[in-house]
């Protein structure tokens, strides 16, 4: 019998249905349905003998499904039903018990819970490897000078090795991020029934225990309607794919001819149809191309949810496939920038001859006047003075006679054309967090820790 005495309009199915997308979501439901069904026979519901036919059936649709077996069912509005539907016709009517005291509002919030918590962990991981590489390439290329800039015009010199630090500790954030998703992920919404829980004593620590929960959701209501889990993932993933489109981009400008600092391994670049010379930096553009579309995932979830009233409402059904592109556009990212940062190959001469533009010591030089009393502002300007009037000759700051700087910057003595000489400007950055080579160092041997930590972790 059916509640319905007409049959369903296909414009209603064709907008109901979830099934393309949630299918995704098989292996989790099987795991839950199978300790949902453990737990049903641990508290008497069912019989030692209907739980060992739930669990070979689901066993033979978990076979079906991981080898492409498995045909959905026009019937089949989601994931959900297609694998009750396949249980049954497999194991007989005893497939419909498995359906006591659960719902599909839960059993759907529990399936993406632990999606969640699957990913968060790997791009966790794929973070890790890129924040190895990272630290790496800087051990390797730790005392190699290079423009730092703002504004993108040259600013004063830092070393490559702090460049590509910047980077990791900006993935260190992410990885921080997916930890806490994770971590909010673990919370079973599993027993809460439609929305007021189930008319029976069930073992929700049981199944949370098997599922890898940490704990069981203390509020049906709350626990069927919860995606915070859902929008910390894009939230993480959304700020770490703005990391990678900004780390893609630099990449896209080092390697071109104009900088000369990079080049990309050809393995990740691509020619062009019609121009035979050209290297083309794809896969960093995509870094940059790709990250908003995860911002527009982001979005759309906070515009699914926003004023939702308790508890599951059907456009809930719409997380999934904003998170599901979410994933896959990230961990797509996160792998090529691996691959292009493992394998890059820095130019030093191009770096350091961008870095020797003396220029980039005028802040050394106004400090050097702060050192003999001046305040930094007065000094500031003394500098500019020098710096016009240095470009009015078309000489270098070091090509000023000392009678010129007697006239223009009396305060300044011989020590000016000492600081002048390259290698003292990166050296001179002592302060903790700078580019000196010691203060590098300090932030090797504490990225090392971290990755050494992270490492240990294993969900
Ligand atoms: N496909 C649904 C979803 O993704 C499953 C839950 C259906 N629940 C309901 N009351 N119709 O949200």
């Known amino acids: 019998m059916s509640r319905f005495a007409d049959p369903q309009d296909p414009r209603f199915r064709a907008i109901n249905t979830s099934i393309g997308f949630d299918y995704r979501l098989a292996p989790h439901d099987l795991d839950q349905s199978t300790a949902h069904a453990r737990m049903l026979a641990r508290v008497g ?51 419909g018990k498995l359906h006591t005291a659960r719902s599909r509002n839960d059993q759907v919030a529990t399936d993406v819970a632990l999606f969640v918590h699957e990913r968060a962990h790997v791009a966790r991981q794929m973070l890790c490897q ?53 971590h909010q992920a673990q919370v079973m919404p599993l027993g809460s ?23 069981v959701a203390p509020n049906s209501l709350d626990a069927v309607s919860n995606r915070d889990f859902v929008l910390d993932y894009l939230s993480a993933a959304a700020i770490c794919g703005t990391h990678l489109s900004q780390l893609g981009a630099e990449l896209v400008l080092w390697s071109s001819e104009e900088f000369g600092f990079v080049e990309l391994p050809d393995a990740f670049a691509s020619g062009s149809s019609i121009m035979p010379q050209k290297k083309n930096p794809d896969a960093a553009e995509l870094l940059r191309g790709k990250a908003p579309r995860i911002v527009g995932h982001l979005t759309a979830l906070h515009g699914v949810l926003h004023a939702l009233p308790l508890a599951y409402n059907k456009d809930l059904q719409e997380d999934k496939e904003h998170l599901f592109d979410t994933v896959d556009t990230l961990e797509l990212a996160l792998n090529a920038a691996s691959g292009m940062v493992d394998g890059a190959r820095f130019h030093r001469e191009r770096l350091s001859q961008a870095a020797s533009d003396e220029m980039l010591a005028a802040t050394d030089v106004a400090d050097l006047l702060v050192k003999r009393g001046m305040p930094f502002r007065q000094a500031h300007g ?35 054309y000492e600081v002048l000489a390259q290698s003292s400007w990166l050296e001179s950055k002592v302060s903790a967090g700078g580019t000196g080579l010691e203060r590098v160092r300090e932030q090797l041997v504490l990225a090392r820790e971290i990755l050494q930590q992270q490492s240990t972790l294993t969900r």
């Open 45 to 95: 519901i069912l019989s030692d003998d209907e739980l060992a036919q739930l669990e070979r059936g689901l066993e033979e649709v978990r076979a079906e499904i991981a080898d492409g077996r498995f045909v959905v069912k026009d019937d089949d509005e989601d994931i959900h039903m297609a694998v009750e539907r396949r249980l049954t016709e497999i194991v007989g009517p005893v497939g």
């Open 130 to 182: 890129l924040m190895t590489l990272l630290a790496d390439r800087a051990e390797e290329h730790v005392d190699w000078s290079m423009p730092g800039y703002t504004h993108l015009q040259r600013a004063q010199p830092v070393y490559l090795s702090h460049h590509l630090m910047a980077h990791f500790w900006r993935l260190r954030r992410d990885a921080q991020r997916f930890e806490f998703c994770a």
């Open 193 to 215: 029934g439609a929305l007021a829980g189930v008319n029976f004593e069930t073992d929700r620590d049981g199944i949370a225990e098997e599922l890898g929960f940490t704990s």
């Open 382 to 416: 003394v500098v500019a003075g020098l710096v016009r009037h240095s470009i009015d000759r078309g000489v270098a700051l070091s090509d000023l006679s000392e009678d010129e700087l007697a006239e223009l910057a009396p305060s300044l003595d011989a020590g000016y």
